[in-house]
């Protein structure tokens, strides 16, 4: 996010020789793979054995959203190859892995000066920028969308040079061959892969290579239940087993143990602390003190926990965090800030002023409440810092621990491991250069890992938010205008100047105060046939680090939209699937969803006292339809059903669709009924995961989740189901009680 010389040139002389000059500059990027013993390197992805393994790498953090199946899996069906001898490589960092799609999604926040230069992914400065930068991020579900072409061209042209190592034994045309199974076939001939491998790697690839008539994809209803999965998740088994290695999992010789404290939220300073009070600890090998936190190494990480407790650090910090400050900082844009019109289409000047129907939302801060807290272990020795880390941002990461220590970039090897669920929280890597400090000092390997309370203390929580929804209805009751006044801070614009820009939060805070934010209010417009609409974005000071998550902006401008549209529905007198139908002539495949859904639910009209809630959003080009059905007893809320009918465009794996959106929709509820803290005094009132109101498993309604064929693009399912939990519920509830939920989570207002 900071603006650099380079940036400038890049922005301001786009059309200039300087600009022009540097996009046309070669660059020569080296082969990421490094084949092994009897192993032969195809492009960037694919390494096959002569014993006719074939790995795949996968430049993308596995964090339980099966991108170590998806992959290998578009490489296995565009290959040939046979799905029980596909291993998987975590990819190195490297240019020829950068995130085009990703790079343009976020171009103003690498690019504030003119990210309109920079929203097309096959754009010269995207590419150029994503690849010097060596940006493979992971997130906003980009993975297929960046990574399906290149893997599958990789792919195909392996299929045709070993096709042409099989042609050339048989004495045939290489292209009346074919690759199935694992084999090269032609007739009744057949050779197995290992067997043609080293003669294959001498020719040269086809340009361009020749990919097979269809992509990988599996329909709806081809798999009922308990019918065997043609591409099984390859991280299941070890998952199962407890093999399967996750960031704290790293062990190495001689390594410590340690744990941290941050000051309180805002901008703190270590003061002082009891270095007496912890010298009876066993176990306790050093103290690590750094401006903003102190950590403890010991032999165990229970004992490094327990010499900060006694040590009990004293921080001196200013503007801390409060909810009263937070609520009066949201309060005061909505109500005195400058707005910023990010959205207008028709007459908008028939939105200004009152109009007939205005309702107020909100959204309180919530935590990501990943199952992995922040884990790193580093190894420093001569001159090279060695770093096991889940992230989501490798070569950010890996510069932010080169530049805590003084080293250059180059001298960090980064090994990225999975995470235990991240939903976005490892886009940030405080304990990435934190590591590497602590190693530096320790003198030997040290493992990091933050404690629950710490998570909560220093892990940014997704933004709150207040909404001012208006509406202009026609004559029949419909909706003629609409116009959305969102209070918020510039949280995505925050969140790329810690990124790019390797701000603190407090100075990512302070930059960032005043910035209109577009993808901090992401799908606020409707998709809804309205003629006139204004969405409006009022920028709001508040003493709060915000981050990105899990649906980010989606999970509330959902609720916000879909609760008024209900309420607007029931205002009119009208049903409310009908009266969304009504407006939906411009959304065909929207539509479709919902009178899927109608039936999948059997809807029943919303009637009072029938406990159903209906609501729809669109990310990007997916689409989902959701019924909910949920009641208010003496525990809270108890959500009894939820049915979903999802447009994913082309499905590549079925069963992980499914579990995506399952998980989604999991995730969602636990956003919709708690997930949230309130802040006193700079830290957050709620210190566990126990306190956060997360559904248990007996508390998980009955999930039901259809597809529809569809031959659009693939889209991300594991953003989608986030969405419209909130309003679905929220509408559930009116219908059982007669009483809106207007704030987030619910129930958590005085009704």
Request: proline fraction near 7%.
């Amino acid at each position: 996010m900071a603006v650099s010389r380079r940036g400038i040139l890049i922005g301001g002389l786009v059309g200039g020789g300087l600009a022009v000059g540097y996009m046309l500059r070669p660059r020569h990027y080296p082969l990421p793979l490094s084949p092994g013993r009897n192993e032969y390197a195809f492009d960037a992805w694919i390494k096959i054995a002569a014993d006719g393994v074939v790995t795949v790498a996968v430049p993308q953090i596995e964090m339980g959203q099966a991108i170590t199946t998806l992959i290998p899996q578009v490489v296995a069906c565009e290959l040939g190859a046979d799905w029980r001898q596909i291993a998987v490589e975590p990819a190195p960092v490297s240019a020829r892995y950068a995130n085009f799609v990703l790079a343009a999604r976020w171009a103003e926040l690498w690019m504030p000066l003119a990210p309109g230069l920079a929203d097309d992914p096959d754009s010269a400065i995207v590419r150029r920028w994503a690849e010097d930068t060596r940006f493979n991020a992971t997130a906003d579900g980009t993975s297929l969308a960046a990574y399906e072409a290149p893997a599958r061209a990789a792919a195909a042209a392996a299929r045709a040079m070993l096709m042409r190592a099989a042609a050339a034994r048989w004495g045939v045309a290489w292209a009346e061959c074919d690759a199935q199974d694992g084999f090269v076939i032609h007739g009744k001939r057949r050779l197995p892969f290992g067997a043609l491998v080293a003669e294959a790697a001498r020719y040269d690839p086809p340009d361009p290579p020749m990919l097979r008539a269809e992509a990988a994809a599996e329909k709806p209803g081809e798999f009922p239940p308990g019918a065997p999965l043609r591409y099984p998740r390859l991280d299941l088994p070890a998952k199962v087993d407890g093999s399967f290695l996750f960031a704290g999992d790293v062990r190495l010789p001689g390594m410590v143990y340690a744990a941290i404290r941050h000051g309180p939220i805002g901008e703190a300073e270590l003061l002082d602390y009891e270095e007496a009070d912890a010298r009876g600890v066993p176990g306790l090998l050093s103290l690590v003190r750094h401006k903003h936190w102190l950590a403890a190494t010991a032999t165990t990480w229970w004992a490094a926990e327990q010499a900060l407790k006694a040590l009990s650090p004293v921080f001196r910090a200013t503007g801390r965090a409060d909810t009263t400050a937070i609520e009066a900082g949201l309060e005061q844009a909505l109500r005195d800030g400058d707005a910023t019109r990010l959205h207008a289409a028709g007459d908008t000047g028939l939105l200004a002023g009152k109009l007939a129907h205005q309702l107020r939302y909100e959204v309180a801060p919530a935590l990501h409440a990943t199952i992995e807290t922040a884990s790193a272990t580093a190894r420093l020795s001569g001159g090279r810092l060695e770093l096991w880390i889940a992230t989501q941002a490798p070569e950010l990461a890996r510069k932010a621990a080169a530049a805590a220590i003084g080293l250059d970039a180059a001298d960090v090897v980064l090994y990225p491991m999975p995470a235990g669920g991240s939903f976005d929280r490892r886009l940030e890597h405080d304990h990435a250069a934190q590591v590497a400090v602590i190693a530096q000092r320790a003198g030997r390997p040290v493992q990091l890992v933050w404690s629950r309370w710490q998570e909560h203390v220093a892990g940014w929580p997704r933004t709150p938010a207040v909404a001012l929804m208006g509406a202009l209805p026609d004559t029949e009751g419909g909706i003629a205008g609409w116009r959305a006044r969102l209070a918020l801070p510039a949280s995505a614009r925050e969140f790329g100047r810690r990124l790019f820009g390797a701000q603190s939060a407090a100075q990512a805070r302070a930059a960032s105060a005043g910035e209109a934010d577009r993808l901090a209010i992401a799908g606020a417009v409707p998709f809804y046939d309205i003629a006139h609409v204004a969405i409006d974005h009022l920028p709001a000071a508040v003493p709060l680090p915000t981050a990105r998550m899990r649906g980010n902006a989606h999970g509330y401008t959902a609720f916000f939209n879909e609760s008024f549209v209900d309420e607007l529905a029931h205002l009119a007198g009208r049903e409310p699937l009908s009266y969304r139908m009504a407006m939906l002539g411009q959304e065909p495949r929207m539509a479709d969803c919902l009178q899927r859904v109608a039936a999948l639910a059997e809807w029943g009209g919303g009637v009072d006292n029938s406990g159903q809630g209906i609501a729809c959003h669109r990310i990007g080009d997916a689409r989902i339809a959701m019924v909910a059905s949920a009641r208010r007893d003496e525990t809270g809320v108890r959500v009894d059903r939820i049915s979903a009918v999802v447009d994913l465009g082309r499905i590549v794996n079925l069963d992980i669709a499914r579990q995506q959106v399952e998980g989604g929709i999991v995730f969602g509820l636990g956003l919709a009924l708690g997930s949230s803290t309130g802040y006193e005094d700079g830290l957050p009132l709620v210190g566990r995961l126990a306190g956060l109101d997360l559904p248990l498993l007996a508390d998980c309604p009955r999930i039901e989740v259809d597809f529809i064929m569809s031959k659009h693009d693939p889209c991300d399912p594991g953003e989608i189901g986030v969405a419209p939990v909130a309003p679905a519920v929220a509408n559930a509830l009116f219908s059982a009680t007669g009483l809106r939920f207007r704030r987030l989570p619910l129930l958590s207002e005085d009704v």
